[in-house]
């Protein structure tokens, strides 16, 4: 197993889940570091290593012996292991207790019974002992381990949370590290720091520091280029090495046509201007806008994006020469919805461009220093380096840009549209102080034209779809509640303003089922 770091940690097995992740940021959240592994490599444990260890959820069966690899000596370390969902099984497992297929499946919301007091539970319950937890199994306990004991029970899973005080084992069938269960943040905290007794050793300010060395242990004297968007990512990525190796590092930006509104203005103004970092500028919209004519299947979309950006960016990294390094602002969500980060069975969500895409033949190492962060992290981390405000706490953008906000076919016309669409929704949220209450928010131009009526004369125009969410590290995601004026007024705008669009609509799906971004 590939240490990630020297520090202590709440180590956590990771099974296929697409909710792993979540659970290292929430142990974050608590300023412990914590560490991902999958079951399949695990070796040279050591218990002075690990304040405790997490048992992620996953998509297989408790009893595919061919498919889980995990070394039994994980539970000889004498450290105290948390089991979420499948984690919850294979304990009830190894222990002698028995996992079926459940009759009736649990998805979604159940209500949970406290039966018996523990330290995990401290303050999760209400005053009527029960509480809302999230559920996503197919298979439950069905016999609990000698010497183990059920704290918690739904209507159709018996052994919700057991556990062994004596062995420090708990299983929970359900998922505390998501925020549709009330109060799971703090069942993860009693483990953390009740149950493993771990320390605060986790901060954007040791972040910083770390990285910034191991940055220039990495890189030495060489150059190194990197691809700046200037969305909040490649900007912390394109600060941290300024800080790091100065004038060494060029930065190339290619300006795909699919920006938001003056953004490459933006970009051009804070990072050549002000931050005087050496910006290497490419206008590359016509040629991006060829290559996408007729192409409607958002994943062909992704990966023509994704080449075109590659053979400009390697044609432009070519003139700077003897370089050796290529950095990328690489993040966790990105590395978990296009494969799992440790080798563990999970299904792929879609594509990134940022994910994998250096080409062998550039021969240049590549350099990640944000891959094990989350988006909040990046964000601390980015006023530890001294960037602006307006730079971190600007909304997520992906890196195809409007060409997933645009389902189907993509024009320049549809394009101008868009950029206007979304610049009215953005401007409105911070007119009236409510772009930083949102994790996300942008307009969507969907394939459809309806009939309208403006000024007595009868309209054939597409609709614009907003989406606004709230989220604390984008695996999961509410849509935000406006009021019907705001909503009455940006609709409004929208459409008086814009010949185009005589329709919006507002998203109200949650991440899960659906993802943030249409394509």
């Not at 044609?315 to 978990?336: E, F, S």
């Not at 949102?438 to 309209?459: C, E, F, H, S």
Request: net charge positive.
């Amino acid at each position: 197993m590939k240490r990630l770091t020297n520090i202590k940690k709440i180590l956590i097995i990771d099974f296929g889940s697409q909710f792993t992740q979540l659970i290292a940021r929430r142990v974050r959240e608590f300023g412990v570091f914590s560490e991902i592994i999958s079951h399949t490599d695990i070796s040279n444990l050591n218990h002075s290593d690990l304040f405790g260890v997490i048992f992620s959820g996953g998509p297989l069966n408790v009893y595919q012996n061919k498919e889980i690899k995990l070394n039994k000596i994980i539970f000889s370390l004498g450290c105290p292991i948390l089991g979420i969902c499948f984690g919850h099984q294979l304990i009830s497992k190894h222990y002698g207790g028995k996992v079926k297929s459940s009759k009736i499946r649990e998805f979604g919301l159940a209500k949970i019974k406290k039966v018996k007091n523990s330290r995990l539970i401290n303050n999760f319950f209400n005053k009527n002992n029960s509480n809302n937890v999230w559920m996503s199994h197919a298979d439950h306990v069905t016999k609990i381990p000698k010497g183990f004991k059920k704290i918690a029970s739904t209507k159709d899973s018996k052994y919700t949370i057991i556990e062994n005080s004596k062995l420090k084992r708990f299983g929970v069938q359900f998922h505390p590290e998501v925020t549709h269960t009330k109060k799971g943040k703090i069942l993860l905290k009693n483990f953390i720091f009740n149950i493993c007794k771990a320390k605060k050793n986790w901060s954007s300010k040791h972040q910083k520091n770390t990285l910034i060395q191991n940055i220039k242990k990495q890189v030495g004297k060489e150059k190194i280029i990197c691809a700046l968007s200037g969305g909040v990512d490649s900007s912390v990525v394109a600060q941290l090495l300024n800080k790091s190796v100065g004038k060494q590092l060029k930065c190339i930006f290619v300006n795909t046509g699919l920006l938001r509104m003056n953004e490459e203005k933006q970009v051009i103004n804070t990072f050549k201007k002000k931050l005087k970092i050496n910006l290497i500028y490419v206008n590359a919209e016509k040629q991006f806008l060829s290559k996408l004519k007729n192409i409607s299947d958002p994943e062909k979309k992704r990966k023509i994006i994704g080449n075109l950006f590659i053979k400009i960016f390697e044609k432009y990294a070519k003139k700077i020469k003897r370089v050796k390094y290529l950095a990328q602002g690489t993040l966790y969500p990105d590395l978990i919805e296009s494969k799992s980060v440790t080798g563990s069975k999970s299904s792929k969500i879609k594509s990134h461009h940022n994910v994998g895409g250096l080409p062998k033949k550039m021969k240049l190492k590549l350099v990640e220093p944000l891959k094990l962060l989350f988006k909040d992290e990046v964000r601390k981390l980015g006023t530890e380096l001294n960037l602006s405000k307006q730079i971190i706490s600007r909304h997520p953008f992906p890196g195809p840009g409007l060409a997933i906000r645009m389902p189907g076919i993509i024009t320049k016309e549809k394009i101008k549209i868009l950029k206007m669409a979304d610049f009215y929704f953005i401007n409105e949220l911070k007119n009236q102080n409510l772009y930083n209450k949102i994790w996300q928010a942008y307009a969507a131009l969907l394939p459809v034209k309806t009939v309208g009526v403006m000024g007595d004369n009868r309209t054939y125009e597409y609709i614009c779809l907003l989406r606004a969410i709230t989220s604390t590290d984008g695996m999961t995601a509410d849509y935000f509640n406006f009021s019907k004026n705001f909503m009455q007024n940006v609709s409004n705008k929208i459409i008086n303003n814009i010949k185009g669009i005589n329709r919006v609509v507002y998203d109200v799906t949650s991440k899960p089922p659906s993802t943030i971004e249409l394509e």
